[in-house]
Every structure is written in structure tokens, then in C-alpha cells.
């Protein structure tokens, strides 16, 4: 089994920034990708960004050059600092791990972190 807790959610103000982090624990060796999607209400569920154990990125359109994905390969641990937040990113954020493989399909997911950015 895989366990993967989140942190550092919460209420920040347009323009403001906010650090998730997620922690990796239990059968995690066949996992090289770490990532994270968020889910608004009413909305799909949409990927933000994804982190292989190399080092190489990815990002959705829409956070592109805001958000960036870093990864603590001896922590198990992947991060997700925010920048220029917008109403738009009000979302529950969820941390997931995965194979790698022509397209990522995570095996499986934090609980979720709600971010709500508003004034």
C-alpha cells in the first residue's frame, strides 16, 4: 500500500502565494512519477503538474510560469509552490503517485488539500 499525506493549504488572497507539500510512504519503488491535480467545484478533475524521480516536469496550461513542482527524492516528498494566485486556482488539491508511461495515470491519491483564493 501507498500513503501520501498533504499540507499547506488554506485561504490567500489574489496575487499571493501558497507552498503544498505531499509526503510519499509505503511500496513507493515501481512509482517514479509524483504529481498534483486539482478539482473545482463543478468542474473536472484537472492535472497541474507532474514530476518524474529525474527531475523532469510538466505543467498544465493554466499554471504554467506560476507554479512550480519540485521533488525531495530522499524525503519521498513533492512540492508545489504557487505564485500569482487567482480566484481560478480556488480548488481541493490533490498529491498523487504513479508509473511512468506514455501518459501518466497516477495509482493513487492523497486526501486533498482545499486552496481558496479570494479577498
Known amino acids: 500500500q501507498v500513503q501520501l499525506v498533504e499540507s499547506g493549504g488554506g485561504l490567500v488572497q489574489p496575487g499571493g502565494s501558497l507552498r503544498l507539500s505531499c509526503a510519499a510512504s509505503g511500496r513507493i519503488l515501481n512509482f517514479s512519477v509524483m504529481g498534483w491535480y486539482r478539482q473545482a467545484p463543478g468542474k473536472q478533475r484537472e492535472s497541474v503538474a507532474t514530476?518524474?524521480?529525474?527531475?523532469?516536469?510538466t505543467y498544465g496550461d493554466s499554471v504554467k510560469g506560476r507554479f512550480t513542482i519540485t521533488r525531495d527524492n530522499a524525503k519521498n516528498t513533492v512540492y508545489l509552490q504557487m505564485n500569482s494566485l487567482k480566484p481560478d486556482d480556488t480548488a481541493v488539491y490533490y498529491c498523487?503517485?504513479?508509473?511512468?508511461?506514455?501518459?501518466?495515470?497516477?495509482?493513487?491519491w492523497g486526501q486533498g488539500t482545499q486552496v481558496t483564493v479570494s479577498s
Open positions: 498523487n503517485i504513479g508509473a511512468a508511461g506514455l501518459v501518466y495515470r497516477p495509482s493513487y
Open positions: 514530476i518524474t524521480n529525474g527531475g523532469s516536469t
